[in-house]
């Protein structure tokens, strides 16, 4: 199994930290940027085409909530099956950059930062 490493190259479009996840520690996911036969992820096409690395890049939308391709019904699940907040890992992306970002998951050993309680 890989160790957990502080990588820029593994924050994923949606910010979520491919550098922390158990498929891409396990050697079965390559991560978001590596992965190109993820097509099916409108988020990585979207980041792609606009020459985006994350989300937190986007012109069109200052909070990711407000983006249905972000905020689609399958993402608010899993997000809430895996106690995920991808929307906190955008704003800490905007907030201490994309190093930061790295940084802080790579030390907390978590894919995402949890949702917190409402």
């Not at 979520?16 to 992820?41: F, I």
Request: one cysteine or more; a positive charge.
């Amino acid at each position: 199994m890989k160790e957990i490493v502080i990588s820029e190259a593994l924050i994923a479009r949606c910010g979520l930290y491919c550098g922390a996840c158990g498929a891409y520690l396990k050697g079965r996911c390559l991560g978001c940027a590596e992965n190109h036969k993820a097509t099916w992820c409108k988020l990585r096409s979207c980041c792609l085409e606009r020459g985006y690395a994350t989300c937190a890049e986007c012109v069109d939308f200052s909070d990711p909530k407000a983006c249905a391709k972000f905020n689609n019904f399958f993402s608010k699940l899993i997000g809430f099956v895996l106690n995920s907040d991808r929307a906190a890992c955008i704003a800490q992306i905007k907030e201490k950059g994309k190093r930061g970002h790295a940084e802080t998951m790579a030390v907390l050993k978590r894919q995402s930062l949890k949702r917190k309680k409402k």
